[in-house]
């Protein structure tokens, strides 16, 4: 287990989605993964295209809470799979329970905690994540009043620019 957790170190020095694959994480094309920690069984996560997964963020594939039920047969375990579709932003410090799948187009905001599968086309937030707006409606407001890659100063640091946007509200 040692020689794996160090292996895992490096590779994640230098990709983190190869990293989430050597773990056994299906991972698609083009994705962000801020997310550290998949669990005790990421061979049941399946990521999409096109995914950012921030830091902080748990996937939980399993209930612990179930070793609370025993009976002569003995504990029992409960185990269930994520499946992650494409063009899905997941904020920091999400929470992602077991058995949910998370539709093509969705923003989860910050902290939610997902209890119930998201459709695709949405915006959830809060504990319990709920639908809140439709992810092209959130879209099309960010491409009016958000900043573009155009509006960026190249002469100017991260800082100043950032500082100018503030002052353009």
């Given at each position: 287990m040692r020689v794996r957790k160090s292996i895992f170190k490096i590779i994640r020095l230098f990709n983190k989605s190869r990293a989430a694959k050597f773990l056994g994480v299906k991972v698609g094309k083009d994705c962000r993964l801020i997310i550290e920690d998949y669990g005790t069984e990421p061979w049941l996560i399946e990521i999409g295209n096109n995914v950012t997964i921030t830091s902080g963020v748990k996937l939980l594939t399993h209930d612990g809470s179930t070793c609370l039920a025993k009976d002569e047969k003995g504990r029992r375990y409960k185990?269930?799979?994520?499946?992650?579709?494409?063009?899905?932003?997941?904020?920091?410090?999400?929470?992602?329970?077991?058995?949910?799948?998370?539709?093509?187009?969705?923003?989860?905001?910050?902290?939610?905690?997902?209890?119930?599968?998201?459709?695709?086309?949405?915006?959830?937030?809060?504990?319990?994540?709920?639908?809140?707006?439709?992810?092209?409606?959130?879209?099309?407001?960010?491409?009016?009043?958000?900043?573009?890659?155009?509006?960026?100063?190249?002469?100017?640091?991260?800082?100043?620019?950032?500082?100018?946007?503030?002052?353009?509200?």
């Open positions: 185990y269930g799979r994520i499946t992650i579709g494409d063009n899905v932003f997941i904020g920091v410090n999400a929470i992602v329970l077991p058995g949910i799948t998370i539709g093509n187009n969705v923003i989860i905001g910050a902290g939610s905690v997902v209890t119930r599968s998201v459709a695709s086309d949405s915006v959830v937030t809060g504990n319990p994540a709920r639908h809140i707006k439709s992810f092209t409606d959130t879209i099309n407001y960010h491409l009016l009043y958000s900043i573009s890659d155009q509006d960026w100063n190249k002469k100017c640091t991260f800082r100043e620019n950032v500082e100018i946007f503030q002052n353009l509200k």
